[in-house]
T-cell receptor
């Protein structure tokens, strides 16, 4: 199993500012992902965090708005840039070690933009 | 990704078996069926997954039809703590490195005392 520590757990931010969310895993993992969960909605994949290279973004998400880093096999960051109230969501980090294996999720970062 | 269809909500009496159906009629031969659940204000939790055969673990059983077009998650003795949104997911398949999970709307299961 993998234990994920996500920081911060929640934050209230002013519009126009940026917030960086950290995801730390207690063991090396193959794949790391970032999801967004808007209020009352299901999870939507933002991007796959690739070690040592640019993240792979899903349709509707761009690097300028959601820059992602993954310097090694246990750590990744997601930045929400130039925030607006529409960015108020829960952001979740997820990890897995390949197809046919279970994915683990962090407890999420609850972001409120005012 | 193969699309899944689940009922929006279900109720189940405490102590009874909860049977959650999922339709995935466009599933490909190499795609797994995963089940996750999300208890309010928590990250999703893995329950079980399978490819062709039925599977059982300490949490649940997964029954996959022979044609793999549908499956059922069974929680054998539901408790109040099983109240959650349950997601049936068919993976993206393809080459190694494409293991992203696509979440649908899920089934909101409520366990009734």
């Amino acid at each position: 199993s993998a234990v994920i520590s996500q920081k911060p757990s929640r934050d209230i931010c002013q519009r126009g500012t940026s917030l960086t969310i950290q995801c730390q895993v207690d063991s090396q993992v193959t794949m790391m992902f970032w999801y967004r969960q808007q209020p009352g909605q299901s999870l939507t994949l933002i991007a796959t965090a690739n070690q040592g290279s640019e993240a792979t973004y899903e349709s509707g998400f761009v690097i300028d708005k959601f820059p992602i880093s993954r310097p090694n096999l246990t750590f990744s960051t997601l930045t929400v840039s130039n925030m607006s109230p529409e960015d108020s969501s829960i952001y979740l980090c997820s990890v897995t070690n390949g197809r046919g294996t279970e994915a683990f999720f962090g407890q999420g970062t609850r972001l409120t933009v005012v | 990704d193969a699309k899944t269809t689940q009922p929006t909500s279900m109720d189940c009496a405490e102590g009874r078996a909860a049977n959650l159906p999922c339709n995935h009629s466009t599933i490909s031969g190499n795609e797994y069926v995963y089940w996750y659940r999300q208890i309010h204000s928590q990250g999703p939790q893995y329950i079980i997954h399978g490819l062709k055969n039925n599977e059982t673990n300490e949490m649940a059983s997964l029954i996959i039809t022979e044609d793999r077009k549908s499956s059922t998650l069974i929680l054998p003795h539901a408790t109040l703590r099983d109240t959650a949104v349950y997601y049936c997911i068919v993976d993206a398949g393809g080459y190694f490195g494409n293991e992203k999970l696509t979440f649908g709307t899920g089934t909101r299961l409520t366990i009734i005392p």
